[in-house]
Each structure stands twice: as C-alpha cells, then as structure tokens.
C-alpha cells in the first residue's frame, strides 16, 4: 500500500494530464453528437420519406461500424481526400459522428413517447410541423431522453480513451506510457481504473437523479 501511495504521488501530475484531454475530448463529442443525434432523429420523424429513409441508412451504417474504425478512417484516410485534422480534432469528430446514431435513437424515442393528442391540438390551433416540434414536442421530448442520455454520457467518457488509438494522449494512453516505461502495471493501472471510476461516479449519480424524476413525474 505504500509503495502504491508512493506511485500515487509520482504519476498523479502525469496521468492528470491526460484526465483534461479526456474530459476536453468527452465534452466536445458529446456536444457534436447531441446536435447531429438530434438532427438524424428529426429527419427520421420528419414524415418525408426520403429524409427518413437517409436518415435510418446513415444511422446503421453509424451503428455497424466500430467506433476505433471511424476513427481510423477520419485521421489516416481523410487527408488523402485533402481534409487534415489533428489527433484530438479525429477524435472528437470520430466519437461525435460514432456516438450521433445512438443519440439519434434516444431523440426518436423521446419524439415518439409524446402524446399524440398533443400535437394534433397544436395542428388544431395553426401551429405548423416546425412551430410544433419546436414548441411542443422536443421539450417534453428531451425531459424523456435525459436518464438514457445519461447513460450515453457515461460510454463516451469510457469511449474516449479509444482516441488513444490515434495517438491522443488521454488518460488511457498517459497510462500505458508511464506503465511500459517504468514497468508498475499494477499502480499505474489501478490509479488508471480509479480516476475514470472518479470521473464516471458523478454521471452515474446524475443518471440515477434523472431515472428517480422521470418514474416520479
């Protein structure tokens, strides 16, 4: 245990590095997912059927391919086609387009969980499809997304440690460095495993407060 608190103490400065470029990287893709998300979800309840059919083939297609393939694909093939992004840009991009279908899924299903009655009154009264959705549909939609949006908070914190794959130098790869030089796997990686536990507890305590609202309301 001492030696372990020693280790603490040498790699702490290190690996904190690495806990703000994942908490940068967390942030920033969730935010491009959230946007995306909601617009693949829109297009899909839009009741045009070419917007909902681009829609759901992109979501698959999202949904089918590994996350650290679309990375892959966004830092080394990109700028063949002339389109060049740092390490920490491909991953938030990666992991916001990646991380977009399953959004778009929990949109849909907060957009569908809305009494119908509702938006047939809205129509009733003169508002058109947009004023609707706008007024009436996505507010209570996202009060039904937020406990599974919670969730996919959680997996994109986990997540982002794959942009390690591309050589940022998050709290995953900070590890593996410090690890494979000094050859204290045990401390490095338990202090590794502590501080995303560290990070995740506040998001699964948010995610339990949103369920408790939600089965109250």
Do not use: C
Not at 34 to 41: C, D, N, Q, S, V
Not at 77 to 103: E, K, N
Not at 113 to 126: F, K, Y
């Amino acid at each position: 245990m001492r030696e372990f608190l020693a280790d603490a103490q040498e790699y702490l400065p290190i690996l904190l590095q690495g806990v703000r470029l994942t908490i940068l990287i967390t942030l920033a893709s969730l935010v491009v997912s959230t946007l995306l998300g909601l617009f693949w979800a829109i297009l899909r309840v839009s009741g045009i059927p070419l917007l909902a059919g681009f829609s759901t083939v992109m979501i698959n297609l999202l949904r089918g391919i590994p996350i650290i393939v679309q990375l892959f694909y966004i830092y080394f093939v990109m700028p063949d086609f002339g389109v060049s992004l740092s390490a920490v840009q491909a991953a938030v991009v990666g992991l916001g387009i990646a991380y977009s279908a399953y959004q778009a899924e929990n949109f849909r299903a907060g957009i569908e969980a809305v009494d119908r009655g509702q938006v047939e009154a809205a129509h009733a009264i003169g508002m058109g499809w947009w004023m609707t959705m706008r007024r009436v549909i996505l507010p209570q939609a996202v009060q039904i997304a937020l406990p599974p949006y919670g969730n996919i908070m959680i997996m994109m914190l986990k997540d982002s440690s794959q942009a390690s794959t591309i050589t940022v130098a998050e709290l995953a790869l900070q590890g593996k460095l410090i690890a494979s030089s000094t050859f204290k796997n045990t401390s490095v990686f338990t202090l590794v495993a502590l501080m995303y536990l560290a990070l995740s507890l506040p998001l699964i305590l948010l995610v339990r407060h949103f369920e408790a609202r939600a089965r109250y309301r």
